[in-house]
Structure formats: structure tokens, C-alpha cells
């Protein structure tokens, strides 16, 4: 059997990089690299640090307009899959790159399978929802994280025989990596105490409008004057700050996005994290670190309802009040002590699904 993986962006590569050994042991496989991510901290780092093979093909897509962009996904993975002849396409998420992978493969008559089925925001103006939509109702092999997922994709109409509760990888590669993570310099490279600092990151679409991102931007610099603040700034976020004239306030440390292993050994230490992106909030779960997201919503429930992250929304006013009540020490303790219900074992279930 032949199986080909679709990845292009650093969330892909990361919850896909523990499926990848065990799919080149069961399969003949082929690696598909979108180019939608490639810059190297963005990229090829995380081929490095999680010794990934090279892919077989790159697309070079790189950034444009999103139909452009899926354009050129759809036009260039097609002779790919045409000579490949895979029996299954797997992709992962909620990327431009895996919603193209999938309608590609699925105009194909290929099955595909999608990892991360089922995780809905309900919230249509996010371009990763309607990615998200697309894969599942094209997809054959609905691999869901969670029960929540499950009941979504049901809801929906799927058929259950599609859908199999496999869990979550990115919590596998959190294991994996975890005490390598621990021998990371990040903390002193960045001058900063264990357990004395937050780490923040966001690039959603939705919050780095001229409308939403100038006012938290100001609530987080005024965040800054009481807590050290770590920006893992992301490339999205950068431009948009230049595009509408926003200065980083000064009391912000601003760092360039950090490879994996720093990621995780920084969040380890920190205080809390403030985060939009959803791939953090489960990594900060498996490592027991409480989490400000910094939406109205989120895909990734379990970690709200097991009463270790909180929604602190992305306004001025929700984020300054979220963060005062929930950054006192009684508060972060209480979150910091929830039970996080942290499974591993995802991505053999995965792969074990795709071989049936
Ligand atoms: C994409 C995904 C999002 C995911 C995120 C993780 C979609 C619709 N969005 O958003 O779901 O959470 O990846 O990072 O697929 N850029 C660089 N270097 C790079 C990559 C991007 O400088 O290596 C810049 C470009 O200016 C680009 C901007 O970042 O315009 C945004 O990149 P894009 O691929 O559109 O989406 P992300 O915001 O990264």
C-alpha cells in the first residue's frame, strides 16, 4: 500500500513528525512538502530537531492570496498523485496545505485520510474552520482527538464507520521530545527566570485584523509593566503590526519564532502562556502549563473543561480583566492543579486505522 503524506506548515510537521516513522515502517511512502511555510525557523528547523526524513517533492507554494495559494497547491500536487498512485492521502489539521491535499486527492478518487477530524470553532470567518468543513465531508478515514470531535462529525452526518477516536499526536510528540527539550539554554539565552515569566504567541487571521489587533497589542503591553512577557513572534503577526503602524511596546521581549525543543522547554518553565494558536494549548496542557487563550473559542475544549485553560477573549478589556483575575498566584495555582486528561498513544492508533 502507498500512502502519501501532505505537510507545509510548522503545526503539520510537528503533529505529523510521530506518524511519519511509523507510516514509512507500514507503507511505502511518499513525503509531500507544500512550501506553504518556508522560512527556516518556520520550516526546516523542525525537520532537523525531529530528524524527519527530506520530503520526496516540495510544491514551493509559498504565501499568496488563499485562493492562489490553494490554487497552486491543487495544480502542482495533481501530476504527483497522478504518478504516485497512492492507495491513501493523509494530511493533518486545518492548513490551507491539508484542505488542498484532501479536495486534490478526493477529486482523484483517492481515500483520504484526515488527522485532527472533527475540531470545529463554529466560527466560519476563520479560514481554518472552513478548511477544516471541507476536509471532513471529503475525507474517507475521520481520525478525531477527542470525543468532542467525534460528537461534531456525527452531528454533521458523517457516518460513524468513518470516524475512529485515535486522540491526539501532538500530545505523542510532547513525550517524545519532552526530557530532550529539558537540555535547552532557551531560558538563560533569553535572560529570563524559570517560573517567572509568560510566554505569549498569536497570529490568527481573525486576530491580526486592523480592527482587533491594535487593542491587544496595548492590553498586553500594559500586561507587560506587571510581567515579564516572552513574544514569539510570528511572521504574520510582524507584518501585520508593520502594515497598520503598530509599535511593540518597549517592555515586550520579542523574540523571532523558536525551534521546537526551545518552545517546549520555555513553556515548561513559564508562569502561564497567552496563545491563540492551537497546537500550543495542547503541548502547554501536556506539560502542565495553565493557558490564557486569547480567543472567544476554542477547537481544543478538553483542556477548558478539565479547568487548566481559560478563554480570555481578544479585546482590550477581556484580555486585561482575564489576566488580572487569573494570573494571581491563588488563581494560576488552582488552574496549574487541574487534572489534565493527557492521552498518548495517537499516532499508533492513527496509522493502525490507515492499515485496516
Ligand atoms: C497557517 C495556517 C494556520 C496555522 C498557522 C501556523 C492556513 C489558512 N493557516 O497560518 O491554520 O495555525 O499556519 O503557523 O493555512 N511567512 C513567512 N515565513 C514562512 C511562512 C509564512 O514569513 O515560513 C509569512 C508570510 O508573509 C505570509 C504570512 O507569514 O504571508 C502568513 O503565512 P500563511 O501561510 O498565510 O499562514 P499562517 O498565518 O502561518
Known amino acids: 500500500k502507498t500512502v502519501v503524506t501532505v505537510l507545509g506548515t510548522r503545526p503539520e510537521i510537528i503533529k505529523l513528525s510521530p506518524l511519519i516513522p511509523l507510516l514509512r515502517e507500514r507503507f511505502r511512502h511518499i513525503l509531500v512538502h507544500s512550501g506553504q511555510h518556508y522560512s527556516f525557523e518556520m520550516d526546516a528547523v523542525f525537520f532537523e530537531e525531529l530528524g524527519l526524513p527530506a520530503p520526496d517533492y516540495t510544491l514551493g507554494v509559498g504565501s499568496a492570496l488563499h485562493g492562489e495559494q490553494t490554487a497552486r497547491m491543487l495544480s502542482r500536487l495533481e501530476p504527483i498523485l497522478l504518478e504516485t498512485k497512492p492507495d491513501m492521502v493523509l494530511v493533518q489539521g486545518d492548513t490551507n496545505t491539508a484542505m488542498a491535499g484532501g479536495l486534490c486527492a478526493a477529486k482523484l478518487n483517492i481515500p483520504v485520510a484526515h488527522l485532527e477530524s472533527g475540531g470545529r470553532s463554529f466560527n466560519r470567518q476563520m479560514p481554518e474552520e472552513l478548511n477544516r468543513i471541507i476536509l471532513d465531508h471529503i475525507a474517507t478515514l475521520l481520525l478525531a482527538a477527542d470525543e468532542t470531535a467525534e460528537r461534531n462529525l456525527l452531528a454533521e452526518g458523517l457516518p460513524p464507520e468513518r470516524i475512529r477516536m485515535v486522540g491526539s499526536s501532538v500530545i505523542d510528540a510532547v513525550a517524545r521530545n519532552r526530557q530532550h527539550a529539558r537540555r535547552s539554554t532557551i531560558v538563560q539565552r533569553l535572560e529570563v527566570t524559570p517560573g517567572d515569566y509568560l510566554v505569549l504567541t498569536l497570529h490568527r487571521s481573525e486576530n491580526t485584523t486592523p480592527a482587533v489587533l491594535p487593542g491587544?497589542?496595548?492590553?498586553?503591553?500594559?500586561?507587560?509593566?506587571?510581567?515579564?512577557?516572552?513574544f514569539l513572534l510570528h511572521p504574520r503577526t510582524a507584518a501585520a503590526m508593520r502594515s497598520y503602524g503598530i509599535v511593540m511596546p518597549r517592555n515586550i521581549r520579542v523574540s523571532e519564532p523558536l525551534g521546537y525543543l526551545d518552545t517546549l522547554c520555555l513553556v515548561e518553565q513559564a508562569r502561564a502562556l497567552l496563545t491563540d494558536s492551537g497546537g500550543?494549548?495542547?503541548e502547554a496542557g501536556a506539560l502542565?502549563?495553565?493557558t490564557l487563550i486569547l480567543r472567544n473559542e476554542t477547537e481544543w475544549r478538553y483542556l477548558v473543561d478539565a479547568g487548566m485553560h481559560v478563554l480570555v477573549g481578544n479585546t482590550y478589556e477581556s484580555i486585561l480583566s482575564g489576566a488580572r483575575r487569573w494570573l494571581q498566584p491563588a488563581a494560576l495555582a488552582r488552574l496549574?492543579?487541574?487534572?489534565?486528561?493527557?492521552?498518548?498513544?495517537?499516532?499508533?492508533?492513527?496509522?493502525?486505522?490507515?492499515?485496516?
Do not use: K
Not at 491587544?216 to 516572552?230: D, F, N, S, Y
Open 288 to 290: 502542565g502549563t495553565p
Open 280 to 282: 500550543l494549548q495542547e
Open 336 to 356: 496549574r492543579s487541574a487534572p489534565a486528561p493527557i492521552r498518548t498513544g495517537a499516532s499508533e492508533r492513527a496509522v493502525a486505522a490507515m492499515v485496516d
Open 216 to 230: 491587544m497589542i496595548r492590553a498586553l503591553g500594559e500586561l507587560a509593566e506587571e510581567h515579564t512577557i516572552v
